[in-house]
T-cell receptor, first 118, second 114 residues
Framework: AQKITQTQPGMFVQEKEAVTLDCTYD???????LFWYKQPSSGEMIFLIY??????QNATEGRYSLNFQKARKSANLVISASQLGDSAMYFC???????????????FGKGTLLTVNP | DAMVIQNPRYQVTQFGKPVTLSCSQT?????MYWYQQKSSQAPKLLFH???????NEADTPDNFQSRRPNTSFCFLDIRSPGLGDAAMYLC?????????????FGQGTRLTVV
């Protein structure tokens, strides 16, 4: 079974500083994909960044980067130069093959609530 | 412009009274998903459609049903809502069910059961 663990229910960061949101995952599959989504109070899930299990380099998208440590099964999100608009819930998610299945289910962690202070 | 649209944004229903939530998409994606998200919990996949093929999750209660009359629309029907069904319901779409396929989400419908 696939599992995503986000151990930080809430995080605080000062504006313009960097913050790391933790994510660990568990799967027996060799092929999987890791995603981070942002959910503002408005409710919509916004895709931020993707990392494939075979990608050798850490993914980056603007101020977002993913610190992928495959041996530790961790995929931490790093947000540089935090902005007030970054305050939101952040979800780590994984696509891995279903047991006995032919497609990939997207499974989410419980999320981390990030608050950026001015 | 919104690509996955959920209506209504907020829904209040009475205990036991059937309710339908709707989702539409302009992306022409093959796959449409329904997730249930309760407070402080991970979004939980209820079911998804791959084209017209319905795929139920093993632990989704029978109280939850879905319809997809065409590519653009998908409905979530709750036959007899209980207090425990109060949650945010998220609709999502994706091009396919591949490993690296991003899912696009709507803004969700917050369901209150009174």
């Amino acid at each position: 079974a696939q599992k995503i663990t986000q151990t930080q229910p809430g995080m605080f960061v000062q504006e313009k500083e960097a913050v790391t949101l933790d994510c660990t995952y568990d799967t027996s599959d060799q092929s999987y994909g890791l995603f981070w989504y942002k959910q503002p109070s408005s409710g919509e899930m916004i895709f931020l960044i993707y990392q494939g299990s075979y990608d050798e380099q850490n993914a980056t998208e603007g101020r977002y980067s993913l610190n992928f440590q495959k041996a530790r099964k961790s995929a931490n999100l790093v947000i540089s130069a935090s902005q007030l608009g970054d305050s939101a819930m952040y979800f780590c998610a994984m696509r891995a093959r279903r047991s006995g299945g032919s497609n990939y289910k997207l499974t989410f962690g419980k999320g981390t609530l990030l608050t950026v202070n001015p | 412009d919104a690509m996955v649209i959920q209506n209504p944004r907020y829904q209040v229903t009475q205990f036991g009274k059937p309710v339908t939530l709707s989702c539409s998409q302009t992306l022409n994606h093959n796959v449409m998903y329904w997730y249930q998200q309760k407070s402080s919990q991970a979004p939980k996949l209820l079911f998804h459609y791959y084209d017209k093929d319905f795929n139920n999750e093993a632990d989704t209660p029978d109280n939850f049903q879905s319809r997809r009359p065409n590519t653009s629309f998908c409905f979530l029907d709750i036959r007899s809502p209980g207090l425990g069904d109060a949650a945010m319901y998220l609709c999502a779409t994706s091009r396919d069910r591949g490993l690296n396929t991003e899912a696009f989400f709507g803004q969700g419908t917050r369901l209150t059961v009174v």
